[in-house]
């Protein structure tokens, strides 16, 4: 099992900046990604960004040059940085991890953090 210890949420501001830090703990060896969803009332949950054990990342194209998905090995961390805030931001932001062992895909989440974004 891998479990997911998501913080850095809040109320922000347009324009303002967030961090969202995800920790791994468990059984996190056959982890090949990790990843940000979020969802808004009524809405379907979307990923928001990715990145690969080999550092590849993707981004869904509305928060492409705004949000930067890192990792931190030493910690088994992932951070989501969130800069230039947008109302259409707003949403619980869930952290992700995806594993593989042979054909068997696994997917493992975290509680879910809130982000608003609003003056």
């Known amino acids: 099992q891998v479990q997911l210890a998501e913080s850095g949420g809040g109320l922000v501001p347009p324009g303002g900046s967030l961090r969202l830090s995800c920790a791994a703990s468990?059984?996190?060896?056959?982890?090949?990604?990790m990843g940000w969803y979020r969802q808004a009332p009524g809405k379907q949950r979307e990923l928001v960004a990715i990145?690969?054990?080999?550092?590849?990342?993707n981004y869904t194209d509305s928060v492409k040059g705004r949000f930067t998905i890192s990792r931190d090995n030493a910690k088994n961390t992932v951070d989501l940085q969130m800069n230039s805030l947008k109302p259409e931001d707003t949403g619980a932001y869930y952290c992700?991890?995806?594993?593989?062992?042979?054909?068997?895909?696994?997917?493992?989440w975290g509680q879910g953090t809130q982000v608003t974004v609003s003056s």
């Open positions: 468990g059984s996190i060896f056959n982890v090949y990604a």
């Open positions: 990145i690969y054990m080999g550092s590849i990342t």
């Open positions: 992700n991890a995806k594993s593989r062992l042979y054909t068997r895909e696994e997917n493992y």
